[in-house]
């Protein structure tokens, strides 16, 4: 029995992570310009490739490289990485320790369901074990997709204050290396990710790289359209000689009104949003609570009338 109920919970979340994945898919708009984004991600992001992975340098790297062996695994190992750097987790191990974390999931729940269905035919067993496989393999990315989408909101809502003090550092005559460490610092405790980026960014000027270059990067690290305009207006503005301050600000009083559009789009979706949860959740057991005592009643005096008679 309690097989069978775990096979049946498994099943349900399994099916759900498909519906919410297909739903993810076929609800996406048609984007040129994030299509380009995407493609200039893919191609430019500095990721590990199998040559890099190989045996020896510690456990981690061994575990990398036995997967990146598997057919396909370096391309999966790949798109991972570029997700992480999106999601803002670039520490060194981050690769290492999500696919570790991704297999051993998947490994436990086929373990699990493979105990628990041990009593049962073959049939109702490889069912079990194709739901198990599907939700360990489906359910982590689920979880990465959600980190890189928290990561860019984040980045979003901190652009337009950033912008804003950006362009009035700006105007009192500091240089724009100087000026975006100033703003990283005071912004490092409000919004430490775009802080970061910013540092990012001007160390990597310092350390000698063109400016073009660091924005460029910073734009493939995140995916943000936002940044990518704000990049390309820093650029022409120190190609062409023409002032940043008074332009900053106007992009940022522009962002500011995408920023209440967007807050304004997930209030009208709130609505809608909460139909589900009120239609399965509450309106039965308001149900309940409204029908039942009458129906008890009704078959109490019933049963009273009976014995009556």
Avoid: C
Wanted: aromatic share 10%.
């Amino acid at each position: 029995m309690l097989g069978a109920l775990f096979f049946f919970l498994i099943a349900f979340a399994t099916l759900a992570a498909l519906l919410w994945s297909g739903y993810t898919l076929i609800s996406r708009r048609d984007d040129p310009l994030a299509d380009r984004l995407e493609e200039l991600q893919s191609n430019a992001m500095i990721t590990a490739s199998r040559v890099g992975r190989r045996k020896g340098g510690g456990f981690l790297n061994g575990f990398l490289y036995a997967v990146s062996l598997v057919p396909g695994g370096d391309d999966w190992l790949r798109d991972h990485e570029k997700e992480l750097n999106q999601a803002g987790v670039r520490k060194p191990y981050a690769l290492g320790a999500y696919a570790l974390f991704h297999v051993t999931f998947m490994l436990i729940l086929l373990g699990g369901m493979a105990w628990f269905q041990r009593n049962n035919d073959f049939s109702s067993m490889l069912g079990g074990m194709v739901a198990a496989f599907l939700l360990g393999f489906l359910l982590p990315q689920q979880v990465l997709h959600r980190l890189v989408k928290r990561y860019r909101t984040r980045l979003q809502d901190a652009l337009p204050d950033t912008v804003d003090m950006l362009g009035i550092v700006l105007g009192t005559g500091l240089a724009l290396d100087q000026a975006m460490t100033r703003v990283s610092e005071e912004m490092r405790h409000i919004y430490p990710d775009l802080a970061s980026e910013f540092a990012t960014v001007t160390m990597s000027v310092r350390a000698g790289q063109e400016r073009g270059i660091a924005f460029q990067q910073l734009v493939r690290r995140t995916g943000i359209e936002d940044i990518k305009s704000l990049a390309a207006m820093i650029i022409q503005s120190e190609r062409f000689g023409t002032s940043l301050s008074q332009a900053l600000k106007v992009y940022a009083d522009a962002l500011r009104m995408r920023r209440r559009l967007r807050a304004e789009a997930a209030i009208g979706k709130a609505g809608i949003k909460m139909l589900f949860p009120i239609v399965i959740f509450i309106l039965p057991v308001l149900f309940v609570i409204t029908l039942v005592p009458g129906m008890l009643s009704v078959m109490r005096d019933m049963q009273i009338i009976g014995g009556g008679k």
